[in-house]
């Protein structure tokens, strides 16, 4: 294999990891912008899984329990945002970036308490395509959470688009006095949306401790959560576009970690950068551009 195939052959395996929690992530931010719900507490729903899934693989020595416990904690975080924006009737904002501050600070603390160690889920190489050239290697040796995303994403998909708990979703996100006036309870839609947003968020979070990384660090998603809203506008709140920012933000990022590595100098700090930068500029030559869900981030409140 020539160097350019080997180099590219990397950057493409380390796009697919970095992009694969945000992936996961996105499927459930997808789901709750489309039922009216900007879900800035997604990057809570990742931390506070990263931290569970590492604590309970330590548990129970185990990586695959800590991955599924990442499930019911990003859970956790989704019935709190939906209790406080869509009972209480809190600023959704206000909401998520209460509880980003509050798991960030939390999860920073109970780090300090004691020693998580490592633990990492197995990893999976399917005979014959593996050895493809160049897309062998990065899509058919992996992690094997990464191709839970296979069934997860037909999945998303029909209960939004096919499903009528879908139908009911999007139109708590379109018209929701409309939909209220048809009998749908809109708020309990939202909530559905947020858990999971949570459960989904939470798995991400989880693959990204047990999985890509196998250890978990003080605020290790990094603002990941943003990159996972910023991939759901650039995708126009369609499914498919979504998933193509998230591999558009994990390429980005896979190149700031390759360019040093392939001896090429460039500045560190622009090199870090760089995948926020993309989903700022992706944020802006989008938002104007593609129709979002007309009820997104406003609240509801049914009239008595």
Do not use: K
């Amino acid at each position: 294999m020539s160097s350019i195939a080997a180099n590219l052959e990397t950057i493409l395996s380390s796009g697919i990891r970095l992009a694969a929690p945000l992936a996961f992530a996105a499927c459930g931010e997808y789901v709750a912008e489309r039922a009216g719900t900007l879900n800035v507490s997604v990057e809570a729903m990742m931390l506070g899984a990263a931290f569970g899934a590492i604590a309970v693989a330590g548990l129970t020595g185990s990586a695959t329990a800590g991955l599924l416990a990442g499930v019911p904690l990003g859970t956790v975080v989704g019935l709190a945002h939906g209790t406080l924006a869509h009972r209480w009737h809190i600023n959704t904002f206000v909401a998520g970036l209460v509880l980003n501050a509050l798991v960030l600070g939390l999860t920073s603390y109970l780090l300090t308490v004691g020693e998580l160690g490592r633990h990492q889920v197995a990893q999976v190489s399917v005979p014959v395509l593996r050895d493809l050239p160049v897309l062998g290697t990065p899509l058919f040796t992996e992690r094997w959470p990464v191709y839970l995303l296979l069934p997860l994403l037909p999945l998303t998909w029909w209960l939004v688009e096919r499903s009528r708990w879908g139908l009911e979703l999007r139109a708590a996100g379109e018209n929701p006095q409309a939909a209220d006036m048809t009998g749908i309870r809109v708020n309990l839609r939202r909530r559905q949306a947020l858990l999971w947003c949570g459960a989904l968020a939470g798995l991400g979070g989880a693959y990204l401790a047990v999985g890509e990384v196998g250890s978990f660090n003080q605020n290790m998603t990094a603002g990941r959560g943003y990159l996972v809203i910023a991939a759901v506008i650039f995708g126009g709140w369609r499914l498919g576009r979504t998933l193509a920012g998230c591999a558009l933000f994990g390429l980005a990022d896979a190149l700031r970690l390759a360019l040093p590595a392939l001896g090429y100098t460039v500045n560190s700090q622009l090199l870090i950068s760089a995948p926020y930068l993309l989903a700022l500029l992706a944020m802006l030559l989008f938002t104007t551009r593609q129709r979002r869900p007309a009820a997104l981030a406003q609240p509801f409140r049914r009239p008595s």
